[in-house]
């Protein structure tokens, strides 16, 4: 019998505790013993739950506890949330967690401390919510070099972009609706300027590339500048607006690492993913292209990534699973403004000096205004063409 | 330093020995130490490859030397194939395939010899080539029950369907194609018949539920009886015809498993997986619907997934995965005929009598035909209601 502690009984901690107790055949099946839930830590008052004597609201009783060997951890937050993972892991105990922040800012470190304490930090549910994508790229492609890592990693803002396209709604109505459905909250900056799929795209390149990135390094840019007139435009070049969390390889192992709007076209299967969905296309030198797709949140979706985790844990008790990043001391990621790629631009001004600055594929004129379509250029070499031009750029986006 | 074997040095063998080499020093990172194979095993001379001097053609020569822990069977087929890897496994190497006949027909025994020799059996290419599907389904969603797996599971005939609905070519012409483009082989029967597919739900069923599905047993449709007309009806519904491979789960744990031409509605995701593209629908019960999507065949991409299941068994060298099935004593499987669908009926005949026999959602005419879509009903009650129709049956297939 495996007695783990679930430290946080918000909405992923209480689907946590629900999921145990569904699947609880299943899951005794997969590990090969039963699991039953031995605490949970809250401060609030859940004595009226079914399970309320569970709940303790003084951390120290789990981390003194022997017979707990996995926590999950789904505080969410750095503050509490990194203390008490480094404690129970000092204390030889494998944390899992969906607390994306912690792990792009702080896995590095907590990897280490597990590997010296012989014991296992997961965190599955930190990307893409219950879509498999952490295991698959590192167990089934580990044979691969990954070139490059493209996701739609936000359900917020996919969900507001949705309502723009197919409903022609405008950002802040669009936003209102996310917030009434409950998929943003109060407070949505953290999803609609990307700083969520910023946290993300870095958790994906630790892994991809070995090394730590920085999400307060990670070029980020949000959707809150993207305006029905954009939408409509991109749907004339044939394509969709999707905020795209974005890393890339280059030949010196080095990489690029971002998080910006951009064009998709619509023959891409990015392009078809819609509402709350998530979607992760990841290109390895040996397989391809393959794309990982589901809902990127949710409770049971989240939670039952989580208790895979803790099923890892429980398989490989005693046994390290090869997770591990460097400190970050390579510094891989590299300026944003080299990278080159095709830009979608919209212009209010003479056709002439737009063509005259642009290698442009195509030009078209919409309401008054100009629409082009440009060759690959880097944001520096765009930015560079486009402040000489008399006229005003609108707005400028990367073509996938 | 782990020396493993490749036998069979066909497209994938060939392409696992090429991985190996591409990517040294990224598997090297990810075993914790090189790899290099030590023998392929061929009847064919190689002796003009750089690596000629590894090529042997008496299997003993792997089976006693001690020094090979982990061995890649790519030779298709059961016969020599099931032999070779019950030796190995005998003999304490683990075996890693891209075999889906014998996985599907032997792979319970195989597992059970796998674990009286504490060494492990694994088979992620044998279901979606490059594609993660097996792993993610059984450690990323372990803690789920499956309710449902559908899946485009064999690119040949995809890549004929897609060139059927996208380009109006009629099934013999594509096929021809798909010949020429070294999709299809000069014997398609396996491909075009269904069987390919069959063996893959097989697989993916034994893993979702727990004991041995057998290929002989699960009805098996393929797609040589789709017309032009269907493809220009099911788009009239709103719909493309996809080769599906299907198991669904019922309450007592028994289940559906099948594979079927279907008519698939255009805003699933399922309906934009083109041409030799494959792609994989799980539901599980606290995850929701999860699709994984990638190209299910080609030498490097199946290759690679050989490659990360060879690193899988060096990181638990000495230690079993849990994958195991039952021996299909618990007879999970149940007749299709109760199954109950939606369909898709083309018929030609009085309206009236259609309509008086079955539950029709919409009859439009074609061309003097008649096309319904028909509310759900199990195979056999509608073949029963159809029996007695004045008029005949051009074609009916299950709406997904």
Redesign the interface.
């Known amino acids: 019998m495996i007695k783990p502690a679930i430290l946080g009984h918000g909405t992923v901690g209480s689907g946590v505790y629900e ?2 107790e ?2 609880a055949e ?2 005794a ?2 590990a ?1 013993t039963p699991v039953e839930v031995k605490y949970v830590l809250d401060l609030r008052d859940f004595s009226h739950l079914p399970y309320g004597n569970k709940f303790v609201s003084d951390f120290s009783v789990i981390e003194n506890d022997p017979e707990v060997t996995v926590v999950c951890e789904v505080m969410g937050g750095v503050r509490a949330a990194y203390d008490f993972t480094k404690r129970c892991l000092e204390a030889g105990k494998s944390v899992c967690t969906s607390n994306k922040e912690l792990v792009a800012t702080k896995g590095e470190e907590l990897l280490r401390i597990a590997e010296e304490h012989n014991v296992n930090y997961l965190f ?1 549910a930190s990307v893409g919510g ?3 994508i952490i ?2 790229m ?8 990954f070139n490059q890592i493209c996701g739609i990693l936000n359900g917020t803002t996919n969900y507001i972009l949705t309502q723009m396209i197919k409903n022609g709604v405008a950002f802040e109505d669009a936003l209102r609706q996310a917030q009434v459905n409950g998929y943003a909250e109060a407070d949505p900056t953290a999803d609609i300027e990307g700083h969520d799929a910023c946290r993300k795209i870095c958790i994906l390149s630790d892994l991809a590339f ?1 090394d730590q990135f920085d999400p307060e390094e990670v070029c980020c840019e949000g959707i809150t500048a993207i305006t029905l007139k954009d939408v409509a435009c991109a749907d004339r070049l044939g394509c969709v607006i999707k905020l795209i969390g974005r890393a890339v390889r280059c030949e010196d192992g080095t990489a690029y690492a971002f998080v910006a709007p951009h064009l998709v076209r619509k023959e891409s ?1 990015l392009a ?2 819609e509402d709350v969905f998530n979607a992760i296309m990841i290109e ?12 990127g949140a ?1 409770k ?2 989240t ?3 989580v ?2 985790d803790m ?2 844990c429980i ?1 490989h008790q005693g ?1 390290r699973r ?1 997770i591990q990043w460097g400190d970050g001391s390579r510094k891989l990621l590299r300026p944003l403004g080299s990278f080159a790629s095709p830009w979608y631009v919209r212009f209010h001004g003479p056709r002439a000096s737009l063509e005259a600055a642009l290698p442009c594929e195509s030009v078209r004129e919409v309401d008054g205004e100009l629409v082009a379509s440009v060759s690959a250029l880097s944001a520096d070499e765009l930015n560079a063409r486009l402040s000489g031009l008399s006229g005003s750029v609108l707005s400028s986006m990367r073509i996938l």
Chains 1, 2 share one sequence.
């Open positions: 999921v145990f569904m699947n299943k899951i099946r997969a090969g599955e219950g879509i498999p295991r698959p590192i167990q089934c492609l580990a044979a691969n070099e070995g299967p078809s993913v390895g030198n040996a397989t391809g292209d393959v794309m990982f797709y589901g809902k949710g049971l979706a939670a039952s990534a208790c895979a099923l890892d398989e046994r090869r």
